[in-house]
């Protein structure tokens, strides 16, 4: 519990810079009358008045919802599909190169391919973003499954363990600190990709949201919308790390006593 | 005649290289005693590791054969644990000691309770009751080396095959897991092969010396270690039989007899 409190101190830490800023911008923009640039104090009154919480349920929830179920089917796919791979030598060779070319290819790029394939409804979206995540959180896997210890594969061998057992118990786990290195990524994009997912054809979303409002020149609406962009992405980036360092206690504190 | 626990029969190792052939060992044969105490010594890169991987399974002999109890050797045989060289890494990180100690017994079959007891009976033969909740990385070097022997012992092998299994805790941490070795051979009646660098620990522990010698390595030397047991660090490393014994293995693995 002590971790989590110190973590809580670092990020109270490391808010100082968001707070000087903020305060900037606020005396700043207060006397502007510049139509695109609004005082952050009208943009505030909106703010409340959008998302606290008026529009949450229509345009919030089913972000968040994409993002999550998107999300966790690329982690349920790619990582046992990744963990079988990097076990496998042929696997690696072969995958590898493939899976490697796809991901260079920018996700948000992808998206209207899904459409043509797809339609624009909300079973488009989450596939993008799952397939789009899935890329970095494969390669992790394999990775980190390939590059199993040893000294710990020889003692689970002598185990006499199945070969799953081998691969679920032992090479997967030791291989969960990349793993989560991939699925840090994969989150990332998955966050972007669900945004970008939502500029063509949604009435909902907050992609949707900030994109209608500049369309309409409610530059008010936008810049909420930006802000609360900024302020979710924030947050899911930090209940992420929060999650990982509860699942890899035993990875950061063999790392802190070594 | 009873057959040994272990046969190694003229066993020959290469490893491919880039530039040729490494031929390791050429022609070992030795037979382990049931319930006898071996070690195993030679210089540093001599193929000692080489010789255990392949009596646990791990690798294929080039030539020759392997046996235990009379069967052919194939994969990991049963009734025979391991406590290899490196500790630090053979512990597994990410589960607690008692779950590193229940890993081996999955194959075992026994029930919740039944596995529970076992881990706590194998912690116990190591002194380390208590420590189960633990992660093997809050603790010091010697008690994970306990845990791995605890693991090892977890399974009730009746052979027991040990490489350098001291070779980085402190001296007085080494004479206390040198007697819980010889402690848990008796209590289990295991036959126990062990590696060492540690010629004085050889003596210490063992039946029988294996002396293991140039390149290809072969057998050199097979020294029966005449003191009697019960062996203790206070007065059989005082004995001259032992300091006779240690000088004549010493030669050997130095190549000065
Ligand atoms: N997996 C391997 N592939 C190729 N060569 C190997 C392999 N393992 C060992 N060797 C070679 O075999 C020889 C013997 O190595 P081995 O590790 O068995 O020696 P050792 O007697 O255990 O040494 P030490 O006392 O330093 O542990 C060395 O020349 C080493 O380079
Ligand atoms: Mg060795």
Redesign the pocket.
């Known amino acids: 519990m002590m971790r989590v409190w110190r973590w809580i101190l670092a990020i109270l830490i490391g808010a100082w810079l968001p707070i000087v800023f903020i305060a900037w911008w606020w005396n700043a923009s207060a006397e502007s009358t510049n139509p695109y640039f609004p005082p952050l104090s009208v943009i505030w009154e909106q703010f409340k008045v959008n998302w606290i919480f008026e529009l949450v349920p229509v345009h919030v929830v089913p972000s968040i919802r994409n993002l999550l179920v998107g999300f966790l089917i690329a982690a349920v796919i790619a990582i046992p599909a990744g963990t079988l791979i990097g076990a496998s030598r042929s696997g690696t060779r072969y995958v590898e190169p493939v899976v490697d070319f796809i991901r260079s290819i920018p996700p948000v790029a992808l998206v209207p391919i899904f459409i043509l394939l797809l339609g624009l409804d909300a079973q488009m979206r989450i596939t993008s973003i799952a397939f789009s995540a899935s890329f970095p959180i494969l390669l992790a896997t394999i990775e980190g499954v390939r590059s199993t210890n040893l000294v710990v594969l020889d003692t689970a061998k002598s185990f006499r363990l199945s070969r799953s057992a081998i691969l679920w118990r032992v090479r997967l786990p030791g291989a969960m600190p990349t793993v989560f290195a991939g699925l840090q990524v994969g989150f990332q994009i998955a966050f972007v990709v669900t945004i970008a997912s939502e500029v063509l054809g949604s009435g909902f979303g907050l992609g949707a949201f900030t994109l209608i409002a500049t369309d309409s020149f409610l530059i008010v609406d936008a810049w909420t919308g930006v802000i609360l962009l900024g302020i979710l992405g924030y947050l899911l980036n930090l209940v992420f790390d929060l999650v990982e360092r509860i699942s890899l206690r035993w990875y950061y504190g063999q790392k802190k006593l070594s | 005649m009873t057959t040994p626990a272990i046969s190694i029969r003229d066993v020959t190792m290469d490893?491919p290289?880039p530039d040729g052939v490494?031929h390791?060992l050429d022609g070992v044969s030795y037979d382990v005693a049931e319930g006898h105490f071996v070690s195993i010594v030679?210089p540093?890169?001599?193929?000692?590791?080489?010789?255990l991987r392949l009596l646990t399974g791990l690798a294929t002999p080039t030539g020759g054969e392997i046996q235990v109890r009379g069967q052919r050797l194939t994969s990991s045989p049963e009734g025979l644990a391991v406590v290899l060289?490196d500790y630090t890494r053979s512990l597994m990180p990410w589960l607690t000691v008692e779950k590193n100690i229940a890993l081996p017994l999955r194959n075992a079959k026994l029930s919740r309770t039944a596995t529970r007891e076992r881990v706590e009976e194998s912690l116990a033969e190591v002194g380390l009751t208590g420590t189960g909740r633990s992660y093997p990385w809050q603790l010091s070097g010697g008690m994970q080396q306990r845990v791995s022997i605890a693991r090892a012992i977890a399974v009730r092998p009746s052979i027991l095959v040990m490489d350098?299994p001291f070779a980085s805790v402190d001296a007085q941490t080494r004479f206390d897991l040198e007697d819980l070795v010889l402690k848990v051979r008796d209590d289990f009646g295991i036959t126990t092969l062990m590696?060492t660098?540690d010629i004085d620990e050889a003596v210490y522990l063992s039946d029988e010396i294996v002396v293991l010698y140039g390149k290809p390595a072969v057998v050199r030397d097979i020294v029966k270690i005449d003191i009697p047991f019960p062996r203790s660090q206070m007065t059989t490393r005082n004995d001259h039989r032992f300091a006779d014994l240690r000088t004549h293995v010493y030669g050997m693995v130095r190549g000065l007899e």
């Open positions: 490893y290289t490494n390791v030679g540093s890169g001599v193929g000692k590791t080489t010789l060289q350098e590696v660098h």
